[in-house]
C-alpha cells in the first residue's frame, strides 16, 4: 500500500469511545469507515451518524469479520471482551492491522493469554493509549529526552476529573467487567510512567477508597457499584526512579483536571491540561519549566491544539494524532508505537495496585507477573 492509498476501517464496539474513533478517523485523509458492528442497536445507529459516508452495520464481531470489507479494524468493546474478540479474530486465521483500545485485559490470565497467543500476530497491533498523544505531554515528554531536567528521578501524575460516564448496561460500574479503576483508567498513567522513565516498574503500592460515587446505583441483581473513585499510588522502577500517581473521580469543579511533572537533577517540566471548568474559563493547555539554579527565571508556555481536533473526542486531540500514526503503521510508514506488550505492562501495573489497594501491602512485579 502507498501513502495515499485508502484504508477500509471495521469498527467492533461503538459505544462512546468507539465513536470518538469513527469521528476521528473521518478526518483522517485516505480513511473511510466501512463497517460497524456491535449489539446495541442505538450504538450502531449513533455511530452511523459520525461517518461521512454508509457503513455496513452489524450486530456481531463475527459478522463483521466475514464481511471482508475492511482493512483494518479498531476494536473498543468492553474491556473484558477484548480477549475473545482477539480470539474470533486468530480463529478466523485473519491479520489485519487492529487499534485495540485501552486496557488491553482485564485479568492476569489474559496477560498470559495475550502475550502467548498474539506473539506470532504479523500484523501492525497498536494500544489505544491515547494520553501518550495529548499534544502538552508529548512536550513534557519530549523536554525530558532532550535532558532538561537532568538525570530524572521523580514523577509525578495527577487527574482529578468527573465520575466515569453512563455506558450501555453501565458495565463500567463493575471491577470484574473493567478490571477495577486503577486498570481502566489508570493503564493511561502508568503507560506513560513506563513511556517518560524509559523503564520497568518493579514495584507498586496503593491506597485507595470507594467513597463518593455511584452510591445511589444498583444492578439488576442489587449489586452496588465496586470501583475505586479516589487512589494514590506508588511505583518503583528498576533505575530507582520513583512515581506517584493521584486520581480523584469525584473533581470535576478542577480548573486543570490533568497536571503531570517530571524533575530531575536540574530541574522540573509540568504540564496542565485543563477540565472542562478549566475551558469554560479559558484556559489552554500549559508546560512550565522550572530550573534549580536561583537566576534562572521559570519558562510557561500556552500548547495550543486546532479546535476541530479538540471537538472530535475528549481526550484533548490525543486520538486524532494516534490515528495519523496507526495509519502510518498500517502503511509501513512507521513503527508500532504502542505496542502489545506496552498494553500488556500498563495492565500488569494496574492489576498490582488494585491488589495493593485490597490486600494492603507493596505488590512486586517481574515482567507480567505480580507476588
Keep these: ?49 459520525c461517518v ?11 459478522a463483521l469479520l466475514a464481511s ?16 475473545d474478540v482477539l480470539a474470533r479474530i486468530l480463529d478466523r486465521g485473519l491479520s489485519l492491522p487492529i487499534l485495540l483500545e485501552k486496557p488491553a485485559c482485564t485479568s492476569a490470565e489474559q496477560l498470559t493469554w495475550m502475550s502467548t497467543a498474539l506473539a506470532g500476530y504479523t500484523a501492525p497491533l497498536w494500544i489505544g493509549m491515547e494520553y501518550r498523544y495529548m499534544p502538552p505531554v508529548t512536550e513534557l515528554v519530549e523536554e525530558v529526552r532532550k535532558g532538561t531536567v537532568g538525570d530524572l528521578r521523580m514523577i509525578a501524575l495527577r487527574e482529578h476529573r468527573f465520575p ?25 498513567f502508568f503507560d506513560l510512567m513506563r513511556l517518560i522513565a524509559e523503564d520497568e516498574a518493579v514495584r507498586v503500592y496503593a491506597s485507595a477508597g470507594i467513597d463518593v460515587n ?15 473513585d479516589n487512589a494514590f499510588v506508588t511505583v518503583d522502577f528498576k533505575s530507582g526512579i520513583r512515581a506517584s500517581l493521584d486520581l480523584c473521580m469525584f473533581a470535576e469543579g478542577a480548573l486543570w483536571q490533568e497536571e503531570f511533572a517530571a524533575t530531575g537533577s536540574l530541574g ?20 512550565e519549566i522550572s530550573f534549580r539554579q536561583e537566576k534562572r527565571q521559570p519558562e510557561r508556555r500556552i500548547v495550543e491544539v486546532d479546535a476541530q481536533v479538540l471537538h472530535a473526542g475528549a481526550h484533548h486531540g490525543a486520538t486524532f494524532y494516534a490515528h495519523q500514526k496507526f495509519r502510518k503503521a498500517i502503511l509501513g510508514a512507521g513503527p508500532v508505537e504502542v505496542t502489545l506488550q506496552d498494553g500488556l505492562k500498563a495492565v500488569a501495573i494496574g492489576l498490582a495496585a488494585e491488589r495493593s489497594a485490597k490486600e494492603k501491602r507493596v505488590v512486586t512485579i517481574d515482567g507480567l507477573t505480580l507476588n
Excluded at 464496539?13 to 480513511?31: D, K, Q, V, Y
Excluded at 461521512?52 to 463475527?62: I, N, R, V
Excluded at 455511584?214 to 470501583?227: L, M, N, Q
Excluded at 522540573?268 to 508546560?287: D, K, Q, W, Y
Aim: glycine residues 10%.
Design 1 to 49: 500500500m502507498g501513502l495515499s492509498d485508502l484504508i477500509r476501517y471495521g469498527l467492533i464496539g461503538a459505544g462512546m469511545m468507539g465513536r470518538e474513533h469513527l469521528r476521528n478517523i473521518a478526518m483522517t485523509p485516505g480513511s473511510r469507515i466501512t463497517a460497524i458492528a456491535d449489539p446495541d442497536a442505538r450504538s450502531r445507529a449513533l455511530a452511523a451518524e
Design 52 to 62: 461521512p459516508e454508509t457503513a455496513q452495520l452489524f450486530d456481531s464481531a463475527d
Design 68 to 83: 471482508n470489507a475492511v482493512d483494518a479494524l479498531v476494536i473498543a468493546t468492553p474491556n473484558d471482551t477484548h480477549a
Design 164 to 188: 466515569f460516564k453512563e455506558k450501555v448496561g453501565n458495565w463500567n460500574r463493575y471491577a470484574a467487567r473493567t478490571g477495577g479503576t486503577l486498570v481502566e483508567k489508570c493503564c493511561h
Design 214 to 228: 455511584h452510591a445511589d446505583e444498583r444492578r439488576e441483581d442489587g449489586k452496588r457499584p465496586d470501583i475505586i
Design 268 to 287: 522540573r517540566v509540568e504540564c496542565f491540561v485543563p477540565g472542562h471548568r478549566g475551558e469554560e474559563a479559558g484556559r489552554h493547555s500549559e508546560i
